[in-house]
Nanobody, 122 residues
């Protein structure tokens, strides 16, 4: 099993940037594709971005495409989410998770971290 700890969230003005990190421990991190998902107040958790085990393939929700970049460093057992041009609608708790099923679907991810809050003010 993989244990995940997210960090890097905070309060930022619209148009600003944040970089989230997700540190992994436990089972072999490099063997997993990884994802970032988010949950806004009163809404269901939704997919944000995904990266293959070797970092060669990435996949994004339409709402963040062109603004967010997912990356990973398997030597540090860490996956990142660089978020640029942030909008108030990006406000949510952001979670990283290991992909165990279908990419881009809520049910396709497991080994959730505790999440990190991102708040974008207008």
């Amino acid at each position: 099993q993989v244990q995940l700890v997210e960090s890097g969230g905070g309060l930022v003005q619209a148009g600003g940037s944040l970089r989230l990190s997700c540190a992994a421990s436990g089972r072999t991190f490099s063997g997993y594709a990884m994802g970032w998902l988010r949950q806004a107040p009163g809404k269901e958790r939704e997919f944000v971005a995904d990266i293959s085990w070797n970092g060669f393939n990435t996949y994004y929700a339409d709402s963040v495409k062109g603004r967010f970049t997912i990356s990973r460093d398997n030597t540090k057992n860490t996956v990142y989410l660089q978020m640029n041009s942030l909008k108030p609608e990006d406000t949510a708790v952001y979670y990283c998770a290991g992909r165990t099923g279908v990419r881009g679907t809520l049910g396709g991810y497991a080994y959730w971290g505790q999440g990190t809050q991102v708040t974008v003010s207008s």
